[in-house]
């Protein structure tokens, strides 16, 4: 009879406040692990060293998503998952496991998971589990299954849900054990939203701008009929079409400028949990007690090679995402200027107007569109303006934790 993950017996060795780590080879074999792996496993070490890592693989774990890892692992790039491994006791335990590629094989650290999040995906893996042994489910269509599950609705890939659920549990982590907020994780969530949120915005603009293109030309036509080519509202109207058509290159610049991307900051901040998490294991490295000090300075190597490199990629996206974002500033500014004469050029129609005598129900019509677009367009770039000053503050804290700690 199928175990249910859900209401499997969970061991109550592995403490909040304890990280794994464990280093293997090519094929997964072990080299390295710390102390609370051999005892929240309830092995010894001669039972763990020199073996494959699934000596702890729980039976009940979906088969995808080993193949999701192994496949993202291959590529060479890091992966975050939940996974539940089974001690020696026949009692499970839950881990949030980061793995990443080393040189010489992998290297993983693990925390305890209690966010929210964690009894939907003991669900999710009992009902995948379930669908591979009944044969309902290839180990592929259970795979993408699990994409799509993971992914939802609120993560544009496997990685967006990985980067959210590390910084989640690491969070929920850091209240259980009482330490605050993570502000690094806060910051950089910060700017991946505003970056998102720039670049939603930055659409709107143009669609906006669409909507008015044909707008100051009808305003002339009917100007035209009322009082001629050459009357004064002719004259503004023209003048108003032509200064529509040269704030399509502002457009297209704010467009292109607002498409940062929020790739490199959802890498950072997977980056970023992960080097904080470097840091912790080395010092409960210097807590334990080992007579190997040969590998026990292969592990600090390990760690040290993959922060330097993580720490390098996280500062050069906070960079490079912050100067973008004073550029996209510029243009908020320059697409303001436009946007005003544009609005002076409508206002002294309304004046000629309220001059001319007959029907001018049509002018009239044409000014509210006017005005309301550019009422909308202003809104639009508030909220950008307001999404890049959060992007430069948040990305100033991190610069200067950055500086501090240098």
């Given at each position: 009879?199928?175990?249910?993950?859900?209401?499997?017996?969970e061991?109550?060795?592995f403490?909040?406040?304890?990280?794994?780590?464990?280093r293997?080879?090519?094929?997964?074999?072990?080299?390295?692990?710390?102390?609370?792996?051999?005892?929240?496993?309830?092995?010894?070490w001669?039972?763990?060293?020199?073996?494959?890592?699934k000596?702890?693989?729980?039976?009940?774990?979906?088969?995808?998503?080993?193949r999701?890892?192994?496949?993202?692992?291959?590529?060479?790039k890091?992966?975050?998952?939940?996974?539940?491994?089974k001690?020696?006791?026949?009692?499970?335990?839950?881990?949030f496991a980061?793995?990443m590629?080393i040189?010489?094989?992998y290297?993983s650290?693990?925390?305890?998971?209690?966010s929210?999040r964690?009894?939907?995906i003991?669900a999710?893996?009992?009902?995948?589990?379930?669908?591979?042994?009944?044969?309902?489910?290839?180990?592929?269509e259970?795979?993408?299954?699990?994409?799509?599950?993971?992914i939802g609705s609120?993560?544009?890939?496997?990685?967006?849900?990985?980067?959210?659920?590390?910084?989640?549990e690491m969070?929920?982590?850091a209240?259980g054990l009482?330490?605050?907020r993570?502000?690094?994780?806060?910051a950089?969530?910060?700017?991946q939203?505003a970056?998102?949120?720039?670049?939603?915005?930055?659409?709107?603009?143009?669609?906006?701008?669409?909507?008015?293109?044909?707008?100051?030309?009808?305003?002339?036509l009917q100007?035209?009929?009322?009082?001629?080519?050459e009357?004064?509202i002719s004259?503004?109207?023209g003048?108003h079409?032509?200064m529509?058509q040269?704030?399509?290159?502002?457009?297209?610049?704010l467009?292109?400028?607002?498409?940062l991307?929020?790739?490199?900051?959802?890498?950072?901040r997977?980056y970023t949990?992960t080097?904080?998490?470097?840091e912790?294991?080395?010092?409960?490295?210097?807590?334990?007690?080992?007579?190997?000090?040969?590998?026990?300075?292969?592990?600090?190597?390990?760690?040290?090679?993959?922060?330097?490199?993580?720490?390098?990629q996280?500062?050069?996206?906070?960079?490079?995402?912050a100067?973008?974002?004073?550029?996209?500033?510029n243009?908020?500014?320059?697409?303001?200027?436009?946007?005003?004469?544009l609005?002076?050029?409508?206002?002294?129609?309304n004046?000629?107007?309220?001059k001319?005598?007959?029907?001018?129900?049509?002018l009239?019509?044409?000014?509210s569109?006017?005005?309301?677009?550019?009422?909308?367009?202003?809104?639009?770039?508030?909220?950008i303006?307001?999404?890049?000053?959060e992007?430069?503050?948040?990305?100033?804290?991190?610069?200067?934790?950055s500086?501090?700690?240098?």
């Open positions: 009879m199928q175990q249910n993950l859900t209401n499997a017996v061991t109550n060795r403490k909040l406040e304890e990280l794994f780590f464990s293997t080879d090519t094929r997964g074999v072990i080299r390295s692990a710390n102390e609370v792996f051999r005892h929240v496993s309830f092995m010894e001669d039972e763990l060293l020199g073996a494959p890592h000596v702890v693989r729980h039976p009940q774990m979906p088969r995808a998503v080993f999701l890892m192994w496949s993202t692992l291959q590529s060479g890091p992966i975050g998952a939940y996974i539940v491994n001690a020696k006791d026949d009692t499970c335990y839950w881990v980061v793995v590629p040189d010489d094989g290297l650290l693990r925390l305890k998971p209690v929210t964690l009894e939907q003991k999710l893996y009992t009902d995948l589990r379930a669908a591979e042994d009944s044969g309902d489910m290839s180990v592929e259970s795979e993408a299954r699990l994409l799509d599950a993971t609120d993560y544009t890939d496997y990685d967006d849900f990985m980067t959210d659920a590390l910084s989640g969070m929920a982590r209240e009482e330490r605050g993570v502000t690094s994780l806060d950089l969530k910060k700017i939203t970056v998102q949120s720039v670049g939603q915005d930055a659409q709107t603009v143009g669609a906006l701008f669409e909507r008015s293109r044909q707008i100051p030309f009808n305003m002339r100007a035209v009929k009322i009082e001629g080519r009357g004064p004259v503004i109207s003048n079409q032509t529509t040269n704030l399509d290159e502002q457009v297209r610049k467009r292109t400028a607002a498409e991307g929020a790739g490199p900051i959802q890498e950072t997977f949990g080097m904080l998490l470097m912790e294991v080395r010092q409960q490295f210097d807590q334990e007690t080992t007579t190997d000090k040969e590998r026990r300075a292969a592990d600090q190597d390990a760690l040290a090679v993959l922060y330097t490199q993580y720490s390098e996280a500062k050069a996206a906070v960079f490079r995402t100067e973008r974002a004073s550029d996209l500033a243009l908020c500014k320059t697409f303001r200027r436009a946007l005003s004469a609005e002076m050029t409508r206002i002294m129609c004046i000629e107007q309220s001319l005598s007959g029907d001018t129900a049509g009239n019509d044409i000014a569109q006017l005005l309301s677009i550019e009422k909308d367009l202003s809104k639009v770039l508030a909220r303006e307001a999404s890049v000053s992007i430069l503050a948040a990305a100033e804290l991190l610069q200067g934790g500086r501090k700690a240098a």
